[in-house]
């Protein structure tokens, strides 16, 4: 079975990898069929994962109805993870941010319904609205955690000041944003406020968006509904030029008798033992081989090889469109 790790202080432990769900409904192209979807969640299950990870917006909504069917045989095995923090217009639409504390509870209780559960084990502010002082989504959050319907509370892609505040009226357990090899800024400032702090860390994007797989080069093409469409990381001669850094995987996944996005994702592993990725993936085979990932020990001299040759490379191209950078608390 898979190893297991903590959440920094919360004494949320959780599987080594767990899996985000978002891509099995939304963002990557069009929706899995559901009980594909659902097989694919249970044999993730059966394979000792036991932290999932949806959000309102997947779909929207339709994500969370999948997960919660999917996990409901085992709901006392499994922590499921979902967010709120988004405005939905009549038709269901992503509308903007909103994070009142009226619209936080309304939104739980729709999450709670969606899921099948009694409680949400871990919630996240998706995003960071700077119309609503975090005290005030702390303190909601709090309430919820009073109430029995939310067991932890989450931040996603918050800032270190945003953090602190938060924290200082709720504990947060975990912080939900993008990490990899190729985006590292989380070095720089975050990191070390979660472990000042006692708070757990969970990468999405470990595999940098399927990039640092190595299976996609200057010609793939994507489904006209994926997102990468419009990152700008993704365009043709940033790809040309950011694919330096899976050649580095590569070599080290040679050596190691390892598939590149296993040692992604052990590099992302080896980093703090507080970290827990969330690589998604609508494909079974996929899925063993990124379980691979949580098995497989990076020696120092992997680790150092690794970091050597990164440094020198300067990653091209953003990784949002301005507008959904704009979403982004710094």
Known sequence: MMDKRKLGNGNLEVSALGLGCMGLSYGYGPATDKQQAIALIRAAVERGVTFFDTAQIYGPFTNEEVVGEALAPFRDQVVIATKFGFQFDADGKPAGLNSRPDHIRRMTEDSLRRLSVETIDLYYQHRVDPKVPIEDVAGTVRELIREGKVNHFGLSEAGERTIR????????????????????????????????LGIGFVPFSPLGKGFLTGKIDTSTTFDRTDYRNSVPRFNPENRAANRAIVDIVGRVANRKKATAAQVALAWVLAQKPWIVPIPGTTKLHRL??????????????DIADIEGEVSKITVQGERYLPAAQALIDR
Request: proline share 7%; aromatic share 6%; glycine share 4%.
């Open 165 to 196: 505040r938060a924290h200082a009226v709720q504990p947060v357990t975990a912080l939900q944003s993008e990490y990899s090899l190729w985006w590292r800024e989380p070095e720089d400032e975050i990191l070390p406020t979660l472990e000042e």
């Open 288 to 301: 063993d081989e990124n379980l691979g990932g949580a098995s497989l020990r990076l020696t120092a001299k």
